[in-house]
């Protein structure tokens, strides 16, 4: 790292989280995001990866919120936005009390329900247990599984719903449901955040009431506010064909593989066979056939190994076992 990205980190570390965006997810977060590393902040939107056995601790118990701001501040962040940090808003504004507060919101509580329920029927292909029916491993990997218990935290604070009931719970309980959430949240911010230092912000009013609630300069007249659309309905829905072609990819990669480890015991046998018969054949006519040439039973044995070597030993141990019969 160089001299001048460890001062600025260095300073960063001691500026602290100063701004706190306590909107739910689906509400502008990304594009915020956007704007606000564009005036200078670091921004922490979601979670970084590195933290993610951090925050699966705090779900479990393991840790405190306060374990989870220092790691934040430490590394460098400024802002924070989006669930989980927005879950625990009121431990960083009591570490921060004069961070700066803005509530994302969307037109509607419907148009949020609507757009956090297509997030989390993406999202749930990941935490399904393997069946027959859907042969998914994705819960068996540690990220997929610390991921899933963040999101049974999400809610669990200042709400008080139980583990996974904010981002599963509207499946039996209904919009109406989801957008009581929606409202309780909010006003849940408005009601503990400091008036002057609290800003309802939709991300359509672009840049003039951000930079002003933040005292900084805004951008020139032709730069237009962030727009990000890595996180919409669309990109989300051809995130869950993927989810889906990956669960039943495996399937004929195994059968492929299979068939492999089948041919190459085979090929494997037809040509030892057919060299002892040769042999044989050679010592009682050694006068009418020359012997084969040691170079083509070495590139066909190479050749033997080369394709025994694809086959996995954990999927296919008698392959392997061919192999070390070489």
């Not at 570390?13 to 965006?21: A, D, L, T």
């Not at 999202?123 to 610390?146: C, D, Q, R």
């Not at 068939?259 to 040509?271: I, K």
């Not at 050694?286 to 044995?301: D, I, K, V, W």
Request: with cysteine; glycine share 8%; hydrophobic share 35%.
């Amino acid at each position: 790292m160089s001299s001048s990205s460890k001062l600025e980190e260095g300073e960063a570390q001691q500026k602290g989280i100063q701004v706190i965006c306590a909107g739910l997810g689906r509400t502008g977060t990304m594009s915020l995001t956007e704007a606000l590393n564009k005036l200078g902040y670091k921004t922490y939107h979601y979670l970084h990866f590195s933290h993610q056995y951090a925050w699966a601790e705090l779900a479990d118990g393991k840790r405190t919120p306060q374990d989870i701001i220092q790691l934040i501040a430490k590394d460098g962040y400024t802002a924070t936005l989006e669930n989980p940090t927005c879950d625990i808003y009121q431990d960083i504004l009591a570490e921060y009390p004069n961070a700066k507060v803005i509530l994302t919101v969307r037109d509607t509580p419907e148009k949020f329900c609507k757009s956090w329920k297509t997030l989390f029927d993406t999202m749930v292909l990941t935490e399904k247990k393997f069946t027959w029916k859907y042969p998914s491993f994705f819960g068996y990997i540690p990220l997929f599984a610390n991921l899933k218990k963040i999101r049974f935290f999400m809610g669990t604070t200042h709400l008080g719903l139980k583990p996974g009931e904010l981002t599963h719970g509207w499946r039996e309980k209904g919009d109406e449901w989801l957008a009581e959430q929606y409202i309780r949240h909010n006003e849940h911010v408005k009601a503990n955040a400091k008036p002057e230092n609290l800003l309802i912000f939709n991300v359509k009013e672009g840049w003039g009431p951000l930079c002003k609630f933040l005292g900084k300069e805004a951008p020139p007249d032709d730069e237009p506010f962030p727009n990000v659309q890595v996180n919409t309905t669309e990109s989300l829905l051809e995130l869950r064909r993927s989810f889906r072609t990956v669960t039943y990819m495996w399937i004929p990669m195994i059968l492929g593989l299979g068939a492999t480890a089948f041919f190459a015991v085979t090929l494997g046998r037809s040509f030892f066979t057919g060299g002892s018969k040769s042999a044989t054949s050679t010592s009682t006519s050694t006068s009418t056939r020359a012997p084969s040439s040691p170079s083509q039973a070495s590139s066909n044995a190479e050749l033997l190994k080369a394709v025994s070597a694809a086959v996995p030993s954990s999927l296919f141990p008698r392959a392997r076992s061919s192999q070390g019969s070489l």
